[in-house]
């Protein structure tokens, strides 16, 4: 499975963006689909989750009630919506997928997009 995150750039803080993830080839509503973020210096860290049907979702305690998970399988894309951004949310994100399985360890997963660079700005 190919994945391609794209939707990334530079915004102050407080503002938002909307991150997606698109396959080719694949149908994407047979995985389960991650969203992970890699900051300069540290550890790729869990996001948030989301079911093949869309029925679950899982996000990190730290964006909470600001990024919100989805899909649209009719789309063939995963979302991450990203509100009230801060200076800490800056990293690479990466988009993940699985086949079985759902959850927020980073080695369960089986394929990865490229990732796409977000800056938030103070």
């Known amino acids: 499975v190919q994945l391609q995150a794209s939707g990334g750039g530079l915004v102050q803080a407080g503002g938002s963006l909307r991150l997606s993830c698109g396959a080719s080839?694949?149908?994407?509503?047979?995985?389960?689909m991650g969203w992970f973020r890699q900051a300069p210096g540290k550890e790729r860290e869990f996001v948030a989750a989301?079911?093949?049907?869309?029925?679950?979702?899982r996000h990190a305690d730290s964006v909470k009630g600001r990024f919100t998970i989805s899909r649209d399988n009719a789309k063939n894309t995963v979302y991450l919506q990203m509100n009230s951004l801060k200076p800490e949310d800056t990293a690479i994100y990466y988009c993940?997928?699985?086949?079985?399985?759902?959850?927020?360890?980073?080695?369960?997963?089986?394929?990865w997009g490229q990732g796409t660079q977000v800056t938030v700005s103070s």
């Open positions: 080839g694949r149908t994407l509503s047979t995985y389960n």
């Open positions: 993940a997928a699985r086949r079985y399985g759902f959850g927020a360890t980073t080695s369960a997963y089986d394929y």
């Open positions: 989301i079911s093949g049907s869309g029925g679950s979702t």
